[in-house]
């Protein structure tokens, strides 16, 4: 699943190809912006703020893109195949000697000032000016939320999907359900942050095994536990609108259950 490094990957990748080129040409195949034409304009910047991608192409404009669920950004020279089938793509980008192509893209938009326009974001685990005090304080702001969709809202911290909240929440022993204000958030901040730095250059891991073995409770529903052998918990935790984000992995051994008092209710 897309989270905080693989934006950061993406913008990375399409920064080490575009910035300071020249757009050879530009398509959306978005039906708002179908008519937009970006060629000749410069690349100025492509950076990633939480699990959006920005691409800065002059006059306070950008390209914005989130990738949601299922979305990917390929970059390669000029002429290589796509890997995805053609009707996914929906924002092609090319210099003279490279193309980008955003498949699958959840979000695809021109926008005026984005910095403005994402200052709705919390701190970003991966931004040049991350701030883990500030993320802290906004997730005590509401000590009844469970963790576990604390983690995922954007507005407290920028950056944690799925993957991360269900492995920093195994990792810090913490059952998902516990209220924000009964975790010790410092540590659960830091251990986000040094999972997303570890990651943002790599295959994505929390275990430090690849394949199989890359997470220790995520996608791992009714396998064995790789601390205690209890079998992991596949439920649901979050709104509605994205089932995968629902989707909700623990140890009941290793992740106890909060005292009654902090159940959340209705969840
Ligand atoms: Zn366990």
């Not at 994505?204 to 095994?209: E, I, K, V």
């Not at 994205?242 to 969840?267: I, K």
Request: hydrophobic content about 35%.
């Amino acid at each position: 699943m897309p989270e905080g490094d693989t934006a950061f990957q993406a913008a990375a990748s399409i920064a080490a190809a575009f910035t300071g080129k020249p757009l050879a040409y530009s398509q959306f195949r978005v039906p708002r912006y179908a008519t937009v034409d970006l060629s000749g304009r410069t690349v100025l910047a492509s950076r990633s703020i939480g699990k959006h991608v920005v691409v800065d192409v002059g006059d306070d404009w950008a390209i914005h893109t989130h990738m949601k669920m299922e979305g990917v950004w390929r970059v390669h020279p000029l002429g290589t195949r796509w890997t995805k089938p053609a009707h996914t793509a929906r924002l092609v980008l090319r210099t003279d000697t490279h193309e980008a192509v955003g498949f699958d893209l959840g979000v695809c938009e021109m926008l005026r000032h984005p910095d403005e326009a994402l200052s709705y974001l919390g701190p970003d685990l991966l931004g040049p000016t991350w701030n883990p005090e500030l993320a802290v304080a906004n997730l005590r702001r509401d000590r009844d939320r469970p963790i576990g969709l604390a983690l995922l809202d954007q507005r407290l911290m920028a950056g944690v999907g799925n993957v991360y909240r269900c492995e920093a929440c195994f990792l810090r022993g913490v059952h998902p359900h516990t209220g924000a204000g009964d975790v010790d958030l410092p540590a659960m901040v830091d251990l986000c942050h040094r999972l997303l730095v570890a990651n943002k250059g790599r295959v994505r891991t929390t275990t430090g095994h690849a394949r199989s073995r890359r997470y220790w409770v995520y996608g791992r529903g009714g396998r064995p536990c790789m601390r205690c052998g209890t079998a992991i918990v596949r439920s649901f935790l979050g709104t509605p609108d994205t089932t995968e984000e629902r989707v909700l992995y623990h140890c009941p051994h290793c992740q106890p259950e909060p005292a009654r008092s902090s159940l959340p209710s209705g969840s």
